[in-house]
């Protein structure tokens, strides 16, 4: 029972640096989520999609993209990246029903930028 | 704006303590309801759906008050291994399929 798959675990950037945060589910959802947790902190909505092709921003899009070119893989890209993205990024995904759903969520890639 | 309010905490209770929490949601439109626990440096994990029933599993409850808009959370006889943070979760639907998460409460559960 793979789930929802993030890689890296870990990772330390050097400020103006790029990297990709890898995403992948094998539940056949059709929503996938990117979430950041900053210490002590709630959830906050980076980008989401409800289907491949298909993407929207959340709450805190600046300095993100997404892309979803199938329904397994949602990866989130940091461009430039800046202390303030230090954080613990959140990958998930959930089926499409209106009701009764679950949100499931990856074990996290925990990100500082130096 | 849909937002969800939670108690932070922390709530620091005994073993075996009955304790209780509430979220508020400002939006009447939400569709369903979800308690999820975090624990430190973890992913967050159902803990239960909601129903407008209410509902049960072991020592949890959780109840939904439509009118009032809230849901609530009882844990009965607190087990150490309880600490952690619960969330609650709101889904307004829609196209978007939008889930509003909560900041959270901390519950400390001492010997």
């Known amino acids: 029972n793979a789930g929802v798959t993030q890689t890296p675990k870990f990772r330390i950037l050097k400020i103006g640096q790029s990297m990709t945060l890898q995403c992948t589910q094998d539940?056949?959802?059709?929503?996938m989520y990117w979430y950041r947790q900053d210490p002590g902190m709630g959830l906050k909505l980076i980008y989401y999609?409800?289907?491949?092709?298909?993407?929207d921003k959340g709450e805190v899009p600046n300095g993100y993209n997404v892309s979803r070119s199938t329904t397994e893989d949602f990866p989130l890209r940091l461009e430039l990246a800046a202390p303030s993205q230090t954080s613990v990024y959140f990958c998930?995904?959930?089926?499409?029903?209106?009701?009764?759903?679950?949100?499931?969520f990856g074990e996290g890639s925990w990100l500082t930028v130096v | 704006r849909k937002e969800v309010e939670q108690d932070p905490g922390p709530f620091n209770v005994p073993e075996g303590a009955t304790v209780a929490f509430n979220c508020t949601y400002s939006?009447?439109?939400?569709?369903?309801f979800f308690w999820y626990r975090q624990d430190c440096r973890k992913e967050p994990k159902l803990l239960m759906s909601v129903y407008s029933s209410g509902n049960e599993d072991g020592r949890f409850t959780a109840q939904l008050n439509r009118a009032s808009q809230y849901i609530s959370l009882l844990i009965r006889d607190s087990k150490l291994s309880d600490s952690a943070t619960y969330l609650c979760?709101?889904?307004?639907?829609?196209?978007?399929?939008?889930?509003?998460f909560g900041k959270g409460t901390k519950l400390s559960v001492k010997p």
């Open positions: 539940m056949n959802h059709n929503y």
């Open positions: 999609s409800v289907g491949a092709g298909i993407t």
């Open positions: 939006n009447s439109a939400s569709q369903s």
């Open positions: 979760v709101v889904n307004y639907g829609g196209s978007q399929g939008n889930l509003i």
């Open positions: 998930a995904s959930r089926t499409d029903r209106v009701s009764g759903n679950t949100i499931y």
